[in-house]
């Protein structure tokens, strides 16, 4: 990881590399532009993938403007885009699952320690030693930072490369690696399905794609959201009840009747009104990050004894199994195609949430 504090990226000069076309941003104002990474030649365990999509997550935004810079700080130039999907054009000796012209992807991560209790049990992304993250973390092969999915061409690791199922939309299917597994992951890991009342809060990029996992899942779903315009929508998705949540007499109304609410909103707003809804032993996780703390009433936890967790994207296994499921039942995003140069225009309308439901780049218009 990066140290606190906003810092350039100090070059490293490595023999076998190649260039690539991507778009960077040369600081946390600058805006994104063209830029050149170099990229490994694949090793004997490396794939290399041809870049076709990348999805545009909420995160990128933060890192590329170093908002999270008491937490990761930012290292410039940054190139953002963790869902990646593409078409293998190489591979080493030693790869065993892919093979070129196959369909790839790669999400949030890598490469992880391999070697502590988490990466051991599948679950490289709470690695103790911490993940390398696909972009703005340490390139442990090349030094300094690792460039991410706004770029041509991307050279990983077989092991934290993903296998797309046949079918899938390629473009819609991007977004699954971040928003798909984030919200994936605690459905799965909680037992949501047939005979749960499922709330999900918000109808954005993850809230939509919990949506419809929880349904296809077989739990009966609320959805909650502070939009009016948005219940519509929602019903298409596939919610059986739709709750506008400044209606505090509805809200009032649905005290204590869920097993499970997914809550991701990223946007300061009141964690109590939704603990209110949950049956005894109930859970409410978050996936969305508000950027301050957020105060939470003891009693509201301890009366029926209920439950507040967090949750992060899944490991390579669980990612795996999601791309699976969604090849199974027909499961993607729903997206709007840019091109790069539109991506600064893209990060404004997301700030204003001015899109249904993920921005993906059509990797394209880089070439």
């Given at each position: 990881?990066?140290?606190?504090?906003?810092?350039?990226?100090?070059?490293?000069?490595?023999?076998?590399?190649?260039?690539?076309?991507?778009?960077?941003?040369?600081?946390?104002?600058?805006?994104?532009?063209?830029?050149?990474?170099?990229?490994?030649?694949?090793?004997?365990?490396?794939?290399?993938?041809?870049?076709?999509?990348?999805?545009?997550?909420?995160?990128?935004?933060?890192?590329?403007?170093d908002e999270w810079n008491t937490f990761m700080a930012t290292v410039y130039p940054c190139v953002p885009?963790?869902?990646?999907?593409?078409?293998?054009?190489?591979?080493?000796?030693?790869?065993?699952?892919?093979?070129?012209?196959?369909?790839?992807?790669?999400?949030?991560?890598?490469?992880?320690?391999?070697?502590?209790?988490?990466?051991?049990?599948?679950?490289?992304?709470?690695?103790?030693?911490?993940?390398?993250?696909?972009?703005?973390?340490?390139?442990?092969?090349?030094?300094?930072?690792?460039?991410?999915?706004?770029?041509?061409?991307?050279?990983?690791?077989?092991?934290?490369?993903?296998?797309?199922?046949?079918?899938?939309?390629?473009?819609?299917?991007?977004?699954?690696?971040?928003?798909?597994?984030?919200?994936?992951?605690?459905?799965?890991?909680?037992?949501?399905?047939?005979?749960?009342?499922?709330?999900?809060?918000?109808?954005?990029?993850?809230?939509?794609?919990?949506?419809?996992?929880?349904?296809?899942?077989?739990?009966?779903v609320a959805l909650f959201t502070t939009s009016p315009h948005k219940v519509t929508d929602a019903v298409r998705l596939g919610a059986d009840e739709v709750?506008?949540?400044?209606?505090?007499?509805?809200?009032?109304?649905?005290?204590?009747?869920?097993?499970?609410?997914?809550?991701?909103?990223?946007?300061?707003?009141?964690?109590?009104?939704?603990?209110?809804?949950?049956?005894?032993?109930?859970?409410?996780?978050?996936?969305?990050?508000?950027?301050?703390?957020?105060?939470?009433?003891?009693?509201?936890?301890?009366?029926?004894?209920?439950?507040?967790?967090?949750?992060?994207?899944?490991?390579?296994?669980?990612?795996?199994?999601?791309?699976?499921?969604?090849?199974?039942?027909?499961?993607?995003?729903?997206?709007?195609?840019?091109?790069?140069?539109?991506?600064?225009?893209?990060?404004?309308?997301?700030?204003?949430?001015?899109?249904?439901?993920?921005?993906?780049?059509?990797?394209?218009?880089?070439?």
């Amino acid at each position: 990881m990066a140290e606190t504090g906003t810092k350039t990226r100090k070059e490293s000069h490595h023999p076998v590399t190649f260039p690539s076309k991507a778009f960077a941003a040369q600081s946390a104002t600058s805006g994104l532009g063209p830029f050149t990474v170099q990229r490994r030649t694949p090793r004997a365990e490396d794939v290399q993938i041809e870049v076709l999509y990348c999805g545009v997550c909420h995160s990128d935004l933060h890192q590329v403007r170093d908002e999270w810079n008491t937490f990761m700080a930012t290292v410039y130039p940054c190139v953002p885009g963790h869902e990646i999907i593409g078409r293998v054009v190489k591979v080493g000796s030693a790869v065993k699952k892919l093979k070129e012209g196959d369909m790839a992807a790669v999400g949030c991560m890598v490469d992880s320690c391999r070697a502590c209790a988490s990466c051991l049990a599948g679950e490289e992304q709470y690695c103790e030693n911490n993940p390398t993250l696909t972009y703005n973390g340490e390139d442990k092969v090349l030094g300094g930072v690792t460039y991410g999915g706004y770029s041509g061409s991307i050279v990983v690791d077989e092991t934290y490369v993903l296998r797309v199922p046949e079918g899938l939309d390629p473009a819609g299917a991007a977004p699954l690696l971040c928003a798909g597994i984030t919200t994936y992951s605690p459905l799965r890991h909680w037992n949501v399905g047939k005979g749960e009342k499922v709330g999900i809060v918000g109808l954005g990029g993850l809230g939509h794609m919990g949506l419809k996992f929880a349904k296809a899942f077989g739990a009966q779903v609320a959805l909650f959201t502070t939009s009016p315009h948005k219940v519509t929508d929602a019903v298409r998705l596939g919610a059986d009840e739709v709750i506008v949540s400044t209606d505090s007499a509805a809200m009032q109304k649905l005290a204590g009747s869920f097993d499970f609410i997914l809550d991701a909103v990223s946007a300061d707003h009141d964690l109590n009104a939704y603990l209110q809804l949950l049956k005894l032993n109930g859970t409410m996780t978050l996936v969305g990050a508000p950027p301050k703390p957020q105060a939470l009433a003891a009693f509201n936890l301890i009366i029926k004894r209920r439950q507040l967790a967090g949750s992060a994207i899944g490991g390579i296994r669980e990612t795996q199994e999601m791309l699976d499921f969604c090849g199974k039942n027909g499961i993607t995003a729903d997206i709007e195609l840019i091109r790069i140069q539109q991506i600064n225009e893209a990060y404004e309308r997301l700030l204003k949430g001015d899109v249904k439901y993920r921005f993906v780049i059509d990797m394209a218009s880089l070439r």
